[in-house]
Every structure is written in C-alpha cells, then in structure tokens.
C-alpha cells in the first residue's frame, strides 16, 4: 500500500509538466519529483567522465540518489540531448525503476516525465499528459533560458531550439522501452492557448473528478 494519492504528469519537452506538477504537490500537498532531472543527472555524469552518451551508463545511473536532481548545471540543451541519449538505454531505465517507486511509497506524489503513467505508475490514481505544438514548447523553452525572441539572430536560434526539441521528442516517442506514449487512461491536456495558470485549474478539475474526496 502506498501512503498517498500519485499522479503521473506526462508530456513532450518544454510543455509545461514541471511547471504544472510543481504547482499541483504545493496545492495537494504531495511530494513532487521532476524524473527527467534523474535522465539529465546520468547525462551529466557521463559528460563529466568524458564518455559518449550513446556508450553504457548504467553504472552512473545504479548509484544515482534523488538528491543528485538538485545539481545546478542539469538545464542545459546539451545536458538534454545527452538525457535523451542515456534514457534509450534500458538498463538505465531499469536502474531508475525503484528510485521513482521508492520516491511515492509514503506518502504518494506527484512526478512528471514521459513514462510515469505507462510504465512506472501504470496504477497511477490520475494522469495526465501535457503538451502544445512544437513551436509553442521550443517558444517556451527560449525564454525560459533566457533568451530574447525579438532579439537579434533570435530566429535562427529559435529554428534550432524547435529542432532539437522535436529531435529529442521523436527519439523519446521512437525508443523502445517505455517510449513516451499516452496512457490509455490519461486526461490530454493541450496547453497551446492556456496560461499556467488554466492548465493548473483545468488539472485540478480532473484530479478532483478523480481523487474525489481524498483531494482538498
Ligand atoms: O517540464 P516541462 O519541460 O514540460 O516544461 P516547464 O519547464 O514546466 O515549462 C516550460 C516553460 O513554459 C516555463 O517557463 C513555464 O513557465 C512556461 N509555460 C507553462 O509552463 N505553461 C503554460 N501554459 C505556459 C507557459
Ligand atoms: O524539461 P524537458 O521536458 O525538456 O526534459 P526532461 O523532462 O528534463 O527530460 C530530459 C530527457 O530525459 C527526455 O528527453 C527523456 O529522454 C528523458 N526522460 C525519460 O526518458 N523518462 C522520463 N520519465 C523523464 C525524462
């Protein structure tokens, strides 16, 4: 038995899972973890050894401790194609399994990713998957880093950001252990036309619906 309601926030890159899974433990009171910083914590140790990201990474990701999420240099575009690249791997995959697990057995949780609903959680008590169009998350993504989109050069820089997104998305949607699919049970969120704000109201509807009573 789990202590806990656990909701799994799956989605493409840069669509807003974090922002919403963040927000969704704050209001329900839940513990929250991001998983696609455990895949960027691997990613990181591997450049940091040196070794290409397609070569095995088991070994960094066995060792791995949530606590290794909070680094400070996992945001990066590199640290992401490298995430991607050791995710594919299934021995990886299956070394994170029980961290995820472990993360809700006391008292449940929110966590986002692309997998959290199909293949850690499939018994998740809601889910839900969170997207937009390509150009919306790579827009998204831009500004989160940083970035200026009227800046000079800003469209050029901005065509690579689109590109590399749906490069890592297809490779997420394309692997063969737990690709990044909707679960058949999950509520789609499309977030093109909605602030943080409306994704977070209409998310907090469906896990009312859901949960029913359990949620405040
Ligand atoms: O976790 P994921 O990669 O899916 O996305 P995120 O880091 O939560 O969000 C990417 C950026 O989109 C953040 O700067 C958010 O503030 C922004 N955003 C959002 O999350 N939801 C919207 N509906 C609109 C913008
Ligand atoms: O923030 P963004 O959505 O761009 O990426 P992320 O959630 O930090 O995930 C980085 C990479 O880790 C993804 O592109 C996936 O390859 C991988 N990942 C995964 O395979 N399974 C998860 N549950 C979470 C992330």
Do not use: C, W
Not at 36 to 63: C, I, N, S, W
Not at 103 to 127: E, M
Request: proline residues 5%.
């Amino acid at each position: 038995m789990r202590g806990g309601p656990v909701l799994a926030v799956d989605g493409p890159a840069a669509a807003g899972k974090g922002t919403l899974a963040k927000r969704l433990a704050a209001e329900l009171n839940l513990p929250y973890l991001d998983t696609g910083l455990l895949y960027r914590a691997v990613g990181r140790l591997v450049l940091d050894a040196g070794q290409d990201p397609a070569a095995p990474a088991e070994k960094f990701a066995r060792t791995l401790k949530v606590e290794d999420t909070q680094r400070k240099d996992l945001r990066t575009q590199e640290v992401a194609r490298a995430a991607s690249q050791v995710a594919s791997q299934p021995a990886v995959r299956s070394a994170l399994v029980e961290t995820q697990r472990r993360f809700a057995q006391a008292r449940g949780g929110v966590l986002d990713g692309r997998d959290i609903g199909t293949a850690i959680f499939p018994d998740a008590d809601v889910k839900l998957f969170i997207t937009a169009s390509p150009a919306t998350r790579a827009l998204r993504r831009f500004v989160q880093l940083g970035e200026d989109p009227k800046a000079d050069g800003a469209t050029a820089r901005l065509a690579e950001m689109t590109a590399a997104l749906q490069a890592r998305d297809a490779a997420d949607a394309g692997r063969e252990t737990a690709p990044m699919q909707v679960a058949a049970d999950a509520v789609v969120i499309e977030t093109d036309t909605l602030s943080a704000d409306a994704v977070l109201a209409e998310a907090l509807r469906v896990v009312r619906e859901r949960l029913g009573t359990h949620a405040s």
